[in-house]
């Protein structure tokens, strides 16, 4: 899935892009908070962890105007400030969740995944389509109960195709949520991912919806 981090600080900022993309995730970081804005204008985010001490415009203030005008993407603020008035500030600011710092890797990997269920509106980790059963804690897929061998990049693929099932797709969305800025993509990337995808689930598990994208077959 594609996270923006919102993160002042390199040795930090780089450690959790580091961390977050060996979680699988594609990671776009920005430094600031008018950087943040014009990332959140820009990109399809499905999920944004804030910090809050931030150069040019602070970490609240970016979330308080970023709800204020509709934006509906899930925010983990991660933040020093760790007294229980600032937890309930960013927590009525917008925030979906808040996460202290200092904090462990797999707390902010699980925070990371609950978010991530939300909008699909799914309580469990698992992902159930049909006969095919992914696994996003431990990046396993199975179809009729038989382990799938997949890439990363199928794996996230699929991830997306399935946030929700019934959602069609176009290939330049799906490039957006599987490639971070700087990326050279080619142009039948999305394509090829497809082809060898429907080699192992089935030709009719994803559908072509002519002149409009791709979406994934009845389960």
């Not at 990671?27 to 600031?32: A, H, I, L, Q, S």
């Not at 917008?94 to 995944?113: C, H, I, M, N, S």
Request: glycine fraction near 10%; charge should be negative.
């Amino acid at each position: 899935m594609r996270l923006l981090l919102v993160e002042d600080d390199r040795m930090i900022g780089e450690s959790l892009c580091e961390a977050l993309t060996g979680d699988n995730h594609v990671v776009d970081w920005v430094r600031d908070g008018r950087a943040a804005e014009l990332a959140l204008d820009a990109g399809c985010y499905d999920l944004v962890l804030l910090d809050l001490g931030l150069p040019k415009k602070q970490g609240l203030a970016v979330l308080r105007d970023y709800r204020a005008c509709g934006g509906m993407v899930p925010v983990l603020v991660i933040t020093a400030r760790d007294s229980v008035s600032d937890r309930v500030i960013g927590l009525d600011a917008g925030a979906d969740d808040y996460l202290v710092k200092p904090f462990d890797l797999d707390e902010l990997f699980a925070r990371t995944r609950a978010l991530l269920r939300r909008p699909a509106g799914r309580a469990q980790s698992l992902i159930i389509h049909g006969a095919l059963t992914l696994d996003p804690v431990n990046h396993e897929a199975w179809l009729h109960g038989q382990r799938l061998t997949v890439s990363a990049r199928e794996f996230a693929l699929l991830q997306v195709l399935l946030s929700p099932p019934g959602r069609v797709w176009s290939a330049t969305q799906l490039e957006e949520k599987l490639y971070g800025w700087g990326r050279d993509i080619g142009s039948n990337t999305i394509e090829v991912y497809i082809y060898h995808l429907r080699k192992k689930l089935g030709a009719d598990f994803i559908r072509n919806v002519r002149g409009v994208g791709y979406k994934l077959g009845e389960p």
